[in-house]
């Protein structure tokens, strides 16, 4: 194997994902291995080399890239590109409910990656917080598609559900996932994506799996939509978690216009108030050549009362006290110019 393991990343009931050392490129990769003991399993082995073939066969900048498939005694892994960040499941344990604006960025490229998968036949079918990566940049990436349905019937990895066996993670799982196994489709996924979006919006799983029993837990997820989050997000998760399938989105690409239609929309976080509806009902600003327009017309308005007689009538007043000190103020300058001259003349003589 031209591959060094480095520590471990991940485990899970199948498989464990190493971070290993390339000798080829000498750079870090993501080395899934099954477990020795699932080796001789022919149905789990088969599964896990169709989630490595599926995943080979993709290439979008939202899903995780598999470059090699070692098959070679009881060594049975893919190697994937290794992501440094963290899980969507640790971030929402590191920082709670998120902002308006992180829930737009990250749940759009969410929806990206998984419009993506259907796009290819696919349904994932383990849509959760923990099967997305987010990198130090705030990419998004999803993975795993350890359980995913292969929706084309002619496909050579054409997954036939087995009745009576549940495929997923409850907490996150559709309620034809619970019911009827055999009617997942890719809006199965879009349920999920919109419980996902309930705890990114209010920091909280969804269902406390420490006080419900399977039972408890199935039948509300069939039977009960799940609780208001009280913000302008409702809408969106009502109608992507609707318990019949036609009430859901259509598609991610329809669910993602609704998600980017909020960006339209100013909101105060403290309360979700929208504000955009004041803004709208604002006086508009008259345009440049309707002012012009009012200032000339009250310019002539002015000139035309000066020119009127009770105009003049008013200003009579003033013209005569203005007179009257003007002539004074002459007076006054000839007076004492006489006085200077007489003056100068008694001098003289």
Do not use: C
Request: negative net charge; aromatic residues 8%.
């Amino acid at each position: 194997m031209n591959y060094t393991l480095k520590s471990i990343l991940g485990e899970g009931g199948m498989a464990i994902v190493h971070l290993a050392e390339d000798h080829k490129f000498h750079t870090d990769v993501a080395l899934k291995m099954l477990k020795k003991e699932f080796v001789s399993n022919e149905n789990i082995k088969k599964r896990f080399l169709a989630e490595a073939r599926s995943m080979f066969r993709m290439s979008h900048p939202h899903v995780i890239r598999v470059s090699d498939l070692i098959d070679e005694g009881d060594t049975v892994a893919f190697v994937m590109e290794y992501v440094a960040g963290e899980t969507l499941k640790e971030y929402l344990e590191r920082k709670g409910k998120l902002t308006d604006d992180e829930i737009r960025d990250i749940f759009s490229q969410m929806l990206d990656a998984v419009g993506y998968v259907h796009a290819q036949h696919l349904v994932h079918r383990d849509i959760k917080p923990s099967n997305f990566m987010i990198d130090k940049n705030g990419k998004v990436k999803l993975m795993d598609f350890g359980i995913a349905k292969t929706l084309d019937p002619t496909s050579a990895e054409y997954t036939q559900t087995v009745p009576g066996v549940l495929m997923g993670t409850p907490m996150y799982m559709s309620p034809e996932q619970i019911t009827e196994t055999k009617s997942v489709t890719a809006q199965s996924d879009i349920y999920s994506l919109g419980v996902v979006l309930w705890q990114m919006v209010t920091g909280q799983k969804p269902y406390n799996t420490n006080t419900l029993s399977s039972f408890q837990l199935q039948t509300k997820i069939v039977n009960e939509p799940l609780d208001s989050t009280n913000s302008h997000w409702d809408d969106l998760i009502q109608k992507a978690t609707a318990k019949d399938i036609s009430s859901r989105y259509i598609s991610t690409n329809e669910f993602k216009i609704t998600l980017e239609g909020k960006n339209d929309k100013k909101v105060i976080e403290s309360d979700s108030t929208i504000i955009d509806t004041e803004i709208k009902q604002a006086p508009k600003p008259e345009p440049s050549s309707s002012i012009e327009t009012k200032v000339s017309n009250e310019k002539a308005q002015i000139s035309e009362d000066l020119r009127s007689p009770s105009a003049k009538k008013n200003y009579l007043p003033i013209i005569i006290i203005a007179a009257i000190i003007i002539a004074a103020i002459l007076i006054t300058a000839l007076v004492i110019r006489l006085t200077f001259l007489l003056e100068l003349i008694n001098y003289l003589f």
